[in-house]
């Protein structure tokens, strides 16, 4: 067998594969909980791989909603710090649009000065993706350049091709895989290669039909030219679309407990008005409409300008929270048509 070629995993020997996985790593897969697909330690229940992408991003394994980025003891009036060590994980089921998403956050936390909590969750993770033959109805990836096929970013890379998935391997951790656990793969044939090209051409066919692309020049236009007072009578203000959101990072960071405890870092929003309000009680984006239209900004423009990607994925998950049905999307396409 030779393992830089795409190798097949026939559909039964998933559970398996992962259950020898498990045996030194925590996995996260999407499973059902109440009915619903969400990405969560695996425990040997049923896998939801068939179902839309999961509301809540496995980006949240690496800047989690709530963290301890460290603990404090006080001994004799001098401060030590303790780390958290990360777990050692394998996150199964990761589509294109969250890898994208991953990559943008290594700009941001990885470059200049790491973020060693969220580097050293990356350094522990090994990521199982999985392409998109099935996108969700919300789903515009393909617009925004990160789906439905995955490039790059991926340990190992599955593609259900029917019959059970095509297995391409992205790294040295991911060979290994391969290599260790090499009795449950077979060589993948040529068809394949070919089904999956023809599914992951249709699923793009699909997306982009249902929501024409927009260019750079016309979102930038488009940010100007909406109505932000309009749009923040329908905001209920929950916040929910940037907490949901792979690529939104905003954080608070607080300490719980005197003189011993721990530092804690929490998901924040700019969205919300306490996020921008200064200690003296002005707030440069009091009105929600500015913050809803910085939001915007910070994707298509602000992000871009620092990392040379865009700061939406197209995963459609600030669509599919909000209880307004503020249609991102739908927004930046009416206000230029
Ligand atoms: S999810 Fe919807 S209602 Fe909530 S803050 Fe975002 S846009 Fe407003
Ligand atoms: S802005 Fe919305 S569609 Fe874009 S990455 Fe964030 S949650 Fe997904």
């Not at 297995?167 to 793969?185: C, D, N, Q, T, Y």
């Not at 090209?197 to 488009?222: F, M, V, Y």
Request: net charge negative; aromatic share 8%.
């Amino acid at each position: 067998m030779t393992l830089n070629a795409a190798l097949f995993l026939d559909h039964e020997n998933l559970v398996p594969l992962i259950e020898e996985l498990g045996k030194t790593l925590e996995v996260v897969a999407p499973v059902y909980a109440e009915g619903e697909p969400v990405f969560a330690t695996w425990k040997g229940e049923p896998l939801a791989l068939d179902a839309d992408n999961p509301l809540n991003s496995p980006v949240e394994f690496f800047l989690p909603q709530k963290e301890v980025l460290f603990k404090y003891v006080q001994c004799s009036g001098r401060y030590t710090f303790q780390d958290v060590p990360p777990k050692s994980r394998l996150i199964l089921g990761m589509r294109p649009c969250d890898l994208q998403a991953i990559k943008v956050l290594d700009e941001i936390f990885g470059t200049e000065l790491p973020d060693h909590p969220y580097a050293s969750k990356r350094m522990s993770t090994i990521i199982v993706a999985l392409n998109c033959t099935s996108p969700g109805e919300r789903c515009f990836c393909a617009q925004m350049g990160s789906g439905p096929a995955a490039e790059e970013g991926y340990d190992l890379l599955l593609t259900d091709v029917g019959s059970g998935y095509l297995v391409e391997s992205g790294s040295p951790a991911g060979m290994f895989i391969l290599r260790a656990h090499s009795h449950h793969f077979e060589e993948a044939l040529p068809e394949h290669l070919k089904e999956k090209e023809r599914l992951l051409s249709l699923a793009e066919e699909e997306i982009t039909n249902r929501r024409p692309a927009l260019t750079p020049e016309e979102i930038r236009r488009a940010i100007d030219e909406t109505d932000w007072g309009e749009v923040e009578k329908r905001c209920l203000r929950c916040g929910g679309c940037s907490l949901v959101c792979p690529v939104c990072h905003c954080f608070s960071v607080m300490d719980r407990g005197v003189p011993d405890g721990e530092r804690l870092r929490c998901r924040d929003s700019c969205v919300m008005a306490g996020f921008s309000r200064m200690t003296s009680g002005a707030n440069p984006r009091a009105a929600l409409g500015e913050r809803l239209r910085h939001w915007y900004l910070d994707k298509f423009v602000y992000i871009p300008e620092k990392t040379g990607m865009l700061g939406c994925v197209g995963c459609g998950r600030c669509s599919s929270v909000c209880l307004s049905e503020i249609d991102r999307w739908s927004i930046l396409r009416e206000a230029i048509e």
